[in-house]
C-alpha cells in the first residue's frame, strides 16, 4: 500500500524557517517524483514545486523561489521541504504528493503551518 | 501561467442528480488535465486523469470529457459521499495550476 507520512503540525514565529517531512512507503521512492502544494485556509490549491529523488532535480514555482527549498534522502525515503523567512502568508496547510505522468496519484495527510508570535 | 477558470463556485444537487464542473485553460493543455475531490478536512484524492481516465478504484459514476481548452467533470448520480470540494489541475505547462474549487452540496 503506498502512503505518504507527513510530519506533524507546527507553530513557528514570523522570521523563522520549519522543515516539513514526507516519509514514503509501499513504493520504490526513486521511481517517482514527489509535488509538493500549499492550501491556504479556505483557498484553494498552489504547486510548490517538484523533486526527482533519482536525480536530486527540483523545479519551482516562481512564486516559491527563495521561499521552499526542495530535497530528498532516498537512504530513508523520505522528502523534505523547508519553508524559510516565514510570514503570516505562509500560514497553510502542505501536502507532498507522488507524481505519476502528469497526476498526483497519492497524497499525504498535510501539515498545517501556523505562523505567529 | 496558464489560468484554469472552475465553475460554478459552488453547486447543490439533490441525491441522484446528475452534475457537471467544468474547467476553461487559458491557452490548449492537450488534455493533460486532472480532477481531484476533498472531502472537509482530508487530502485530496484524484478522481480522473488525462482528461477522461478514471483512476484505479474511483466509482463509474465519475467521468471526464474535453479537449483544447474546454474540460468538465460529471457526477452520474450523486450520492451522499460526494459533498465536497473538487478542484481541477492542468500538468500540460509548467507552473501545474490549479483550478478555484467547486463546492458540491447535498440539496
Known amino acids: 500500500e503506498v502512503k505518504l507520512q507527513q510530519s506533524g503540525d507546527e507553530l513557528v514565529r514570523p522570521g523563522a524557517s520549519v522543515k516539513i517531512s514526507c516519509k514514503a512507503s509501499g513504493y520504490t521512492f526513486t521511481n517517482y517524483a514527489m509535488y509538493w502544494v500549499k492550501q491556504s485556509p479556505g483557498q484553494g490549491l498552489e504547486w510548490i514545486g517538484t523533486?526527482?529523488?533519482?536525480?536530486?532535480?527540483?523545479s519551482y514555482n516562481q512564486k516559491f523561489k527563495g521561499k521552499a527549498t526542495l530535497t530528498a534522502d532516498k537512504s530513508s525515503n523520505t522528502a523534505y521541504m523547508e519553508l524559510s523567512r516565514l510570514t503570516s502568508e505562509d500560514s497553510a496547510v502542505y501536502y507532498c504528493?507522488?507524481?505519476?505522468?502528469?497526476?498526483?496519484?497519492?497524497w499525504g495527510q498535510g501539515v498545517m503551518v501556523t505562523v505567529s508570535s | 501561467d496558464i489560468q484554469m477558470t472552475q465553475s460554478p463556485a459552488s453547486l447543490s444537487a439533490s441525491l441522484g442528480e446528475t452534475v457537471s464542473i467544468e474547467c476553461l485553460a487559458s491557452e490548449g493543455i492537450s488534455n493533460d488535465l486532472a480532477w481531484y475531490q476533498q472531502k472537509s478536512g482530508k487530502s485530496p484524492q484524484l478522481l480522473i486523469y488525462a482528461a477522461s481516465r478514471l483512476q484505479d478504484g474511483v466509482p463509474s459514476r465519475f467521468s471526464g470529457s474535453g479537449s483544447g481548452t474546454r474540460y468538465s467533470l460529471k457526477i452520474s448520480g450523486m450520492q451522499p459521499e460526494d459533498e465536497a470540494d473538487y478542484f481541477c489541475?492542468?500538468?500540460?505547462?509548467?507552473?501545474?495550476?490549479f483550478g478555484s474549487g467547486t463546492k458540491l452540496e447535498i440539496k
Open positions: 523533486i526527482i529523488p533519482l536525480i536530486d532535480t527540483t
Open positions: 489541475q492542468q500538468s500540460y505547462k509548467y507552473p501545474l495550476t
Open positions: 504528493a507522488r507524481r505519476d505522468v502528469g497526476k498526483a496519484d497519492y
